[in-house]
């Protein structure tokens, strides 16, 4: 063999073309097969509906929900959006640009909330067919031999091998939880007859899963159809007063995509009179009792008034729509005359409590009627219950007006009510105004208690408070058709996550054959999918099912005995 060398040839059959086989040095290029399109779906639609995809979206959904808790949002507050543009013009256009002041109706937000109800989908359904399929089936089959498995018992009974099966069978279909297959191997050479139960237990640990599964789509289509269908509008309702259910009527209102104008039912409230309830006792001093709300709903076209009350947790139902007690305060009547006499505000002013005193502040914001004046900005404190201290300040000791009385700051300037751009009610922009002050430089308060005329100062006009202060009531009327297959859903993911969790999944076996000695051989085995320290109860109660058992001859021994052969 030194003196040989050995050379790389190929063998080509004959009809291969010349040109692959030209060089016996190259080796031919490899073909590679392609997917083409309908691979390349199919590929895409395999790996849209795994799991880890599944999984995967429903994290990026939570992700991409948290802007909208962050930022503001157009359909909620369009002022603070304006406000949040104003304030940060370059990072809030790219925002913007990126719809993140409306995430849950932008494009990008709605295609991750689509891919996962299509993920989610197409995991479901093979596994529903599949899961029937197995229902339908038998238990698997017994195996021959039983050593191998985690949980064991064997032992010697007087009865056949007939009624053994049987006893152990009835007492596994007993439980309601096994599925039972009674069989039998035939004797062949040496060996006898051997009857054979297969059960398995566990199919509802499958089926709580798909529930769960199916359930979660089906909470997810019911928060899409709510956001879509809802309607939420608030109003501020002061004693004697009311308002229509229209959208124009309400402070605030928010609506999803679908919703129409005319799918209003027409009505109008009115709120007759608010009581409150507060604790006088030194324990629990000034805390809240009862606030009831009682008010008249007068449906369109003049038809028969109905009186109704409303308490917290305890709303009022309207057409489906109902109308929660949100909360409360005090609207005193306030009318305030400029230099020339002329009354340049007059109304009810909502004042927001700010404690458990009610406490509450509120603005006033006077116009210019006359011309050449100044505008006038009054913020300060509405007290029910006033106590003013040594060093002149003023609080409130008790939420009840048994002692009411104003106090408010004065703010001249331009109040901003001719830029075009919405503002906040219960806020004064003092950006371009000044605080009057007096001789002494300290800024000017001005106390007003109810049934008096004060002066401003700087001879800015004259403040009269009302006698009577009515109360006030925040209604939050709120339609949501979702809100109770979210509850149903919601119940059925939880049933089916705990029958899931909690549901063992079993197989017990059974082989039994007559002994040379009259008796009968019995074995039972047991196997769990995953850890499952119950496993060897379940064999030993199927054990103790076998009439006829015989003792074991000694306690020490092993009784095990293998499948004759």
């Given amino acids: 063999m030194s003196g040989l060398t050995r050379k790389n040839t190929r063998y080509a059959p004959a009809g291969i073309d010349d040109a692959m086989t030209s060089d016996p040095g190259e080796a031919p290029e490899p073909q590679l097969p392609t997917l083409g399109a309908r691979g390349w779906a199919r590929w895409t639609w395999r790996q849209l509906t795994s799991m880890r995809v599944a999984l995967l979206l429903l994290m990026l959904l939570a992700v991409a929900a948290v802007p909208g808790s962050v930022l503001p949002q157009r359909g909620q507050d369009p002022a603070k959006v304006l406000t949040y543009l104003g304030e940060h013009p370059t990072s809030g256009k790219w925002l913007d640009r990126l719809g993140l002041f409306g995430v849950y109706t932008s494009p990008w937000f709605s295609a991750i909330y689509l891919l996962l109800f299509v993920s989610l989908i197409g995991c479901i359904l093979p596994r529903v067919a599949a899961h029937l399929r197995n229902l339908r089936g038998r238990p698997p089959r017994t195996p021959s031999r039983f050593a191998r498995f985690p949980a064991l018992a064997s032992g010697t009974s007087t009865a056949s091998p007939d009624d053994v099966a049987d006893a152990v069978a009835a007492a596994l279909r ?20 051997i009857r054979t139960v297969a059960a398995e237990r566990g199919y509802l640990r499958e089926t709580g899963n798909l529930v769960f599964h199916i359930a979660l789509v089906g909470l997810l289509i019911s928060v899409a159809s709510g956001q879509l269908l809802h309607y939420r509008g608030q109003a501020l309702v002061t004693q004697g007063r009311g308002f229509a259910n229209a959208v124009v009527d309400y402070d605030t209102f928010d609506k999803g995509a679908w919703f129409r104008p005319e799918s209003l039912s027409p009505f109008s409230l009115t709120l007759d009179d608010f009581s409150s309830e507060f604790a006088t006792d030194a324990v629990a001093f000034a805390q809240s009792r009862d606030f009831t709300a009682s008010v008249t709903v007068t449906p369109a076209g003049g038809g028969t008034t109905s009186q109704h009350t409303i308490k917290v947790n305890h709303p009022l139902e309207i057409d489906g729509a109902k109308i929660y007690l949100q909360g409360n305060g005090f609207a005193p009547e306030v009318t305030v005359k400029d230099a020339d006499g002329q009354v340049a ?6 004042f927001i409590p700010e404690d458990t005193m009610y406490t509450s502040r509120g603005v006033i914001k006077v116009p210019d009627v006359s011309a050449g004046l100044e505008q006038i900005g ?17 609080r409130s000791v008790f939420p009840q007006p048994t002692n009411p009385m104003l106090v408010l700051q004065v703010w001249t300037g331009d109040l901003g009510l001719d830029d075009g751009v919405p503002q906040n009610v219960y806020q004064l922009d003092t950006a371009n105004m ?85 008796g009968t051989h019995v074995e039972l085995a047991g196997l769990a999918r995953g850890d499952d320290t119950g496993l060897q109860g379940e064999v030993d109660r199927a054990f103790a099912a076998v009439p006829g058992l015989r003792p074991p001859p000694d306690d020490d021994a092993d009784n095990y005995q293998e499948d004759p052969r």
């Fill in 174 to 193: 007993r439980r309601r939880l096994f599925r039972v297959d009674v069989g039998a191997e035939p004797a062949k050479d040496a060996r006898p007859e």
């Fill in 345 to 350: 505000f007059a109304g009810r002013v909502p």
């Fill in 378 to 394: 009054l913020t300060g404190y509405f007290l029910p219950t006033a106590q003013i201290d040594d060093d002149g300040s003023a």
């Fill in 434 to 518: 000044t605080a009057v002050t007096g001789d002494d430089g300290v800024r000017a308060q001005v106390i007003v208690k109810p049934g008096e005329t004060v002066d401003l100062p700087d001879g800015l006009g004259t403040l009269t408070l009302g006698a009577d202060v009515p109360r006030y009531v925040a209604l939050d009327l709120r339609y949501d058709p979702s809100l109770a297959w979210v509850l149903t859903f919601a119940l059925l993911a939880l049933a089916g996550l705990g029958v899931s969790l909690f549901t063992p999944r079993r197989r017990v076996w059974l082989r039994t054959w007559a002994l040379p000695d009259g």
